[in-house]
């Protein structure tokens, strides 16, 4: 049966970063009126909702992740017009609008912090989770971004410890708090009245957590999710919130979903329960993680079997409702083409754009990172001083308080830090790849002297982007591809990932070659066919007039339709 159709489905959403996208004022940092200046741009690729990383005031700590003021622009980013002006010409160009909804935490320099920590009595010392200090020190709580790993803050002006999962500059609001929901609902409105089409909600689940505080018993960080997480309101929160707001909009949300697990799937997204409407699970950002690690790739990268194994799995969870996300990379994780492709001169091209050929003809909504269109590699930063953000340096100054390897750590950041997807958007092969005419906030990648630029791009017929472009045309084309139901072929094959696609006759066949050697698949009896007809490859086809029998080169994606 076919899932109900509607536009956030249908859609293909490209995330920009705001402060790496493109810079008009020559601070070195992106700004609005830069994405208000690339809009064609950005419509010519054929994707359809743009998600921004947050832009509202903040003092930075987290890049926006830890808001100051909900209903204020930052100022480095432009000005309340210019976000006017940037939504109305996203809309004069048929584009939607995805806000960042950063509402687990805010930061310590918004007004109902500075109030909170102001007296036990204050009317916003509820708004935040506070341990008195005569319970005693508080059961140990592991954080994201603390130097000392401690999600408990002392305040001294209280004499209270506050709670915070992330940085010590973001507190963790209380939402059993229904003042602060109450808060949250009216900011939401705010921005939807402006016109705004959805949400990416941060750390969602995270919401909800255990305010009992029990010890915990876990070694990993991993492990103490449950405790973080998920907790018991968190679905009577997302209904809420719904009922309150969301519903009331033509509009869809999207949450980050740690912790959340195929089980508990359709519990969000189902569309009886009018919670969320998608998530990003973690399962296939932890596949090739280090065991243990959060912030770590394990050596020798990730096998295709169990790849293909996450998303055959996530797909049968959303087969017959809710729907899914897909995602190879965001701001917080490294490269696309670095991490699950091979960016070396001989196999960038190919497995870019195998990458997008994969994205593209999967069920769920597709999220491109910008400068997936391009192949953006990753950066690998050599020296502490080119890092900025604020979880690779407290994680080496943790390293190296302990005495830890710092060698080794700087070697894994270059494989795992997050800023290998936040460095400027590469442009064209002017000094600083035309992101900036003054000195960027973070380092460019070299790369864009060599090929990895959109002007490089752009009028080459067999570029990445190119490429992109003809992907998210083929979609917008076939709704098998869209909403066909997914069949992977061969789960076990080493090299090749092929999958059918089929809505009622139309049928669509993808191969997929995931290696860097030339590979050979035989279709199994299983999929019968009379007539395949080739829509697209990012390369020439070696053969395939033998029925049934493909021969891909290296990094190779073709997918035909096939006909009864
Ligand atoms: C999410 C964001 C990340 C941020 C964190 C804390 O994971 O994607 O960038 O640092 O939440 O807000």
Redesign the pocket.
């Known amino acids: 049966m076919m899932q109900t159709q509607t536009w956030w489905k249908e859609g293909i959403v490209y995330q920009i970063y705001p402060r790496s996208y493109r810079d008009t004022t020559g601070n070195g940092i992106g700004d609005l009126r830069g994405i208000i200046e690339k809009l064609d741009y950005i419509a010519s690729l054929g994707v359809d909702i743009i998600w921004l990383n947050p832009i509202y005031d903040s003092p930075n700590d ?1 890049n926006g ?1 830890d808001i100051r003021d909900y209903r204020k622009i930052m100022a480095e980013f432009g000005t309340m017009d210019d976000f006017d002006e940037l939504l109305s010409g996203m809309k004069a160009r048929g584009l939607r609008l995805v806000m960042d909804l ?1 509402v687990n ?1 805010c930061s310590d320099e918004h007004e109902w912090f500075k109030e909170s920590r102001a007296s036990r009595d204050n009317p916003y010392r509820d708004y935040f989770h506070w341990w008195p200090a005569e319970k005693g020190t508080p059961p140990k709580r592991w954080s994201y971004f603390d130097l000392e790993e401690n999600a408990w803050q002392y305040d001294k002006q209280t004499d209270a410890y506050y709670l915070h999962y ?1 940085a010590v500059k ?1 507190p963790d609001l209380k939402w059993e708090n229904p003042k602060v929901r109450q808060e949250v609902y009216d900011m939401m409105h705010f921005w939807f009245q402006k016109g705004v089409d959805g949400f990416r909600m ?2 969602i689940p995270f919401i909800s957590k255990d305010i009992t505080y029990p010890e915990i018993d876990a070694k990993e960080p991993h492990e103490y999710i449950a405790y973080y997480a998920n907790g018991p309101k968190v679905h009577e929160y997302l209904n809420e919130l719904n009922n309150e707001v969301v519903s009331k909009y033509d509009a869809f949300t999207v949450g ?1 979903g740690p912790g959340i697990s195929i089980d508990d799937a359709l519990d969000f997204v189902h569309e009886d329960r009018k919670e969320i409407d998608m998530f990003f699970h973690f399962d296939l950002m932890s596949l090739d993680r280090a065991p243990g690690e959060v912030f770590k790739m394990r050596d020798g990268g990730y096998s295709l079997p169990e790849f293909k194994k996450v998303f055959t799995d996530w797909d049968a969870a959303f087969a017959k409702a809710g729907w899914g996300s897909l995602f190879l990379a965001n ?2 994780f490294p490269r696309t083409v670095s991490r699950w492709g091979n960016d070396t001169p001989e196999h960038w091209r190919n497995s870019a754009t195998l990458l997008q050929t994969f994205l593209l003809t999967m069920r769920g909504t597709p999220y491109f990172y910008q400068g997936d269109e391009i192949g953006m590699t990753n950066v690998r930063f050599t020296d502490i001083e080119d890092y900025r953000d604020i979880n690779t340096i407290n994680r080496y100054e943790t390293v190296k308080k302990r005495g830890g390897d710092l060698e080794a750590f700087m070697d894994s950041e270059q494989h795992a830090a997050r800023e290998n997807a936040r460095t400027p958007m590469q442009w064209d092969n002017t000094e600083n790849a035309g992101f900036t005419s003054g000195t960027p906030w973070i380092n460019v990648n070299s790369d864009y002297k060599t090929g990895v630029s959109v002007k490089d791009q752009l009028n080459k017929k067999d570029s990445t982007l190119s490429y992109f472009k003809q992907m998210t045309a083929l979609r917008k084309k076939y709704p098998a591809l869209v909403y066909g139901a997914y069949k992977c072929i061969k789960a076990e094959d080493e090299q090749i990932y092929c999958y059918t696609r089929t809505l009622e006759s139309e049928r669509f066949l993808v191969l997929l070659n995931f290696s860097e050697d030339t590979a050979h698949f035989s279709l199994p009896l299983s999929v019968s066919y009379n007539r395949k007809i080739k829509v697209i490859s990012n390369d020439k086809i070696i053969d395939d007039r033998t029925f049934k029998e493909f021969t891909l080169r290296p990094w190779q994606a073709i997918v035909y339709r096939l006909e009864n």
């Open positions: 987290d992740y950063v935490h992330f973001q941060d750390v980050e701001h917080d």
